[in-house]
């Protein structure tokens, strides 16, 4: 069952950073996937700065600010690369 929490999380938290980074997302299916990783980030990230979160807000903060770093990184990638 977190499993399921877990991937509902990531996608409400791509959904939710493709919103607000408009023109550096990847359509509907790309952020939804960006987010789910974006929450193995964001909780990778604040665990470095000692930082935890608890209960479905708290993690879902957490999943989209790692899916927004997420989708800065790649845009800058992609802008470096291309």
Same mark, same amino acid.
């Given at each position: 069952m977190?499993?399921?929490?877990?991937?509902?999380?990531?996608? *409400?938290?791509?959904?939710?950073?493709g *919103?607000?980074?408009?023109?550096? @997302?990847?359509?509907?299916? @790309?952020?939804?996937?960006?987010?789910?990783?974006? *929450?193995?980030?964001?909780?990778?990230?604040?665990?470095?700065?000692?930082i935890?979160?608890?209960? %479905?807000?708290?993690?879902l903060?957490?999943?989209?600010?790692?899916?927004? %770093?997420?989708?800065?990184?790649?845009?800058?990638?992609?802008?470096?690369?291309?």
């Amino acid at each position: 069952m977190n499993l399921l929490w877990f991937i509902l999380i990531g996608l *409400a938290a791509g959904f939710l950073a493709g *919103a607000v980074m408009k023109g550096h @997302g990847f359509g509907l299916l @790309g952020n939804l996937i960006v987010g789910v990783i974006g *929450a193995l980030l964001g909780g990778f990230l604040l665990g470095l700065l000692g930082i935890y979160t608890a209960g %479905v807000i708290g993690n879902l903060i957490s999943a989209f600010i790692g899916a927004v %770093v997420l989708l800065v990184l790649i845009g800058f990638i992609k802008r470096k690369g291309g």
